[in-house]
């Protein structure tokens, strides 16, 4: 139970955080950077009022980890995330995604001096049959929504045209990458950081709205959320399940193989006929 104490901070503390949280549909959905900026500024500097004179030595520090999330927002902001397959984009991805995870984890573990941010690949228990289903399930509802979403939307034609055994080289490999640094960040870093400060579920919508915008600018469009949307929130529920990187990564990157297969279809007809659209 949350005592009135406990209480009153975490009201005080979710409209900081929503603001947070809010500048990345401004960056990645609106694409309006400005907007992101202020909102970024108002919600770091409404926790700074929220917390001050309150924040003991011993207690995490809502301004700090929002000011981890927005650094990794903001780092993320400063390239185009339309998909490209040439050689500089794949350069640009790499780092501006790469410093997305490295930055803030820095910071938290050598500037704030504390373990916010970890990436624990393992679980301290195997995986049951309910783990093992969910990845079979994961194959089944991809191979039977992901194709009729890509085709009939369009929504394939927000990635490039795969012709060549390369560019399909290059396309498993891309999105592989940014399926795997999509567990790095929002769930290991933005989540993370945010169950300091919220209950489970709270901080599990919170990050939802993070990684639901960043998939939007990607590519994910028209319908999409009705996708993205549980496809985030069950990747949080799963990772407070299983306490696993290994496990969601794994999830992830079964579901970017049928995404991989469906784009290679989409842009080749008849190169794998296996998809039922």
């Not at 991989?260 to 296996?274: D, K, Q, R, S, T």
Request: aromatic share 14%; net charge neutral; hydrophobic share 60%.
């Amino acid at each position: 139970m949350i005592d009135e104490p406990g209480r009153t901070a975490l009201k005080a503390g979710i409209a900081p955080a929503l603001l947070v949280c809010a500048a990345a549909p401004a960056f990645f959905v609106l694409q309006i950077a400005w907007l992101g900026w202020v909102l970024l500024a108002l919600g770091i500097g409404a926790a700074w009022l929220t917390e001050r004179g309150r924040v003991t030595a011993s207690a995490p520090s809502l301004t700090r980890d929002l000011s981890l999330i927005a650094i990794g927002l903001l780092i993320v902001s400063i390239i185009p995330l339309a998909a490209e397959l040439d050689d500089l984009a794949m350069v640009r991805f790499t780092l501006a995604l790469g410093g997305a995870v490295a930055v803030p984890y820095v910071i938290s573990r050598f500037v704030y001096r504390d373990r916010a941010i970890g990436f624990p690949w393992r679980a301290h228990r195997p995986w049951g049959r309910l783990q093992w289903g969910w990845l079979i399930a994961v194959l089944v509802l991809g191979w039977l929504i992901l194709p009729f979403y890509f085709i009939t939307s369009g929504v394939y034609q927000n990635w490039p045209v795969v012709d060549s055994p390369e560019l399909i080289a290059r396309l498993f490999v891309g999105v592989g990458a940014v399926g795997i640094w999509d567990e790095l960040f929002f769930i290991c870093t933005v989540f993370a950081l945010l169950r300091r400060h919220f209950p489970d579920a709270v901080a599990n919508v919170l990050q939802a709205i993070v990684f639901v915008s960043f998939l939007w600018e990607l590519g994910y469009r028209e319908w999409g959320p009705v996708l993205t949307i549980p496809f985030a929130l069950l990747q949080g529920f799963i990772f407070l399940r299983t306490h696993s990187l290994g496990y969601v990564v794994t999830v992830h990157l079964l579901f970017d193989a049928v995404v991989f297969g469906v784009l290679v279809h989409a842009h080749n007809p008849g190169l794998l006929p296996i998809f039922l659209v």
